[in-house]
């Protein structure tokens, strides 16, 4: 995986970034503003396009993005052009955009391809989210709450298994879900007016009239509406590790039937004395008796049930209550006739409805 941005310890003097970006060799190697630039285009093409996800053409697009902005960050790292020590009002506003990087990244690996390589990549797109998110809260550049991870979650949650205080577990955690929903109301709505505020400026910083003022709030502005956007993404990819790590706790090798050995061709016979007989003419063929026979495929485990079915420790038992069962509705049955008939006895003289022999 490609580092994200670095933030190193030692100070950069003022106007060393341009003038070792403005070094090329012999072969004129691309500037990194060149790189980062071609990387976040492709980034958008990925986001407005109409090809399916899955497509080679795609997918070729969106390897490539990942590739420029991998090199993009490695030659960050090489100028050191974050510091610890610096305010964002210290950095310089040709500098800003790069700390997209991070976020850049994260949001092109989620669109990589391959199922297999699913869990890889969006856990390699966490990092990226974070580190983006780490950032932007060293830098000031807006407020937010820092998201937990699931792990962090888990952790957490350790101190409310205790039945013995249940209140105390519910009530935190109906606070943090009304916190959670406001927080995202707001996040809403604050996206959308720095979208609203983009919009507006794009158009300023796409005819090249844009001043310095101009071009540092447009890069703010991105950050600020990257923040929100990687809140939600770390929000559904811990929702997405959760469900990718269960369908590979589920996935177990299938049981592999243990083959039998083939069954070598023989003449059965019905006693040794036939099988010498026999065999002496078929030199190339076994023969053995029938008795021979049956222990070698008992062995094997090979012989039929011979249409007679395996009893199991509770068979019988059943058997003996559906018995008592069908014995108990005889008796039943048998009583009831007998009640008919008697009956039928009462109201009916001996021999009524016989008239086969009246004249």
Not at 314 to 338: K, T
Request: contains cysteine; proline residues 6%; charged residues 30%.
């Amino acid at each position: 995986m490609a580092a994200a941005v670095a933030a190193t310890e030692p100070e950069r003097p003022e106007g060393e970034a341009e003038a070792t970006c403005s070094q090329t060799g012999p072969a004129e190697s691309p500037k990194l503003t060149d790189i980062f630039e071609s990387g976040w285009k492709l980034h958008e093409d990925a986001e407005s396009s109409n090809e399916a996800p899955n497509s080679e053409s795609f997918q070729r697009k969106v390897r490539r993005g990942v590739e420029l902005l991998e090199q993009a960050t490695r030659m960050v790292n090489q100028l050191d052009l974050f510091s610890r020590n610096e305010e964002l009002e210290e950095i310089a506003t040709a500098d800003i955009k790069y700390l997209l990087l991070p976020v850049l990244l994260g949001a092109l690996t989620m669109k990589l391809g391959n199922s297999a390589k699913r869990l890889e990549h969006v856990q390699k797109a966490q990092v990226y989210f974070m580190d983006f998110l780490k950032r932007c809260k060293d830098y000031n550049v807006m407020t937010f709450e820092f998201p937990q991870t699931v792990e962090n979650n888990e952790e957490s949650n350790k101190a409310c298994v205790l039945p013995s205080s249940p209140a105390i577990c519910s009530q935190p955690s109906l606070i943090s879900m009304a916190t959670k929903r406001q927080a995202k109301i707001e996040r809403y709505n604050l996206k959308k007016e720095t979208e609203a505020k983009l919009k507006e400026i794009k158009s300023i910083i796409c005819s090249g009239k844009a001043d310095d003022e101009q071009t540092r709030k447009f890069y703010l502005l991105h950050l600020q509406r990257w923040i929100s956007t990687s809140l939600e993404e770390i929000e559904s990819i811990d929702q997405e590790i959760q469900i990718l790590k269960r369908m590979e706790g589920t996935k177990r090798p299938q049981a592999t039937r243990p083959q039998r050995p083939p069954l070598q061709p023989f003449i059965l016979t019905r006693d040794a004395v036939q099988a010498k007989v026999v065999g002496a003419g078929y030199p190339s063929l076994p023969t053995m008796t029938v008795d021979e026979w049956y222990d070698q495929r008992k062995k094997q485990d090979a012989l039929p049930d011979q249409g007679i079915p395996r009893s199991h420790p509770g068979d019988q038992e059943n058997q003996e209550q559906e018995a008592e069962n069908d014995n108990e509705a005889d008796d039943e049955q048998a009583l009831r006739i007998a009640r008919e008939k008697d009956d039928w006895k009462d109201t009916h003289r001996r021999g009524y409805g016989n008239r086969q022999n009246m004249g």
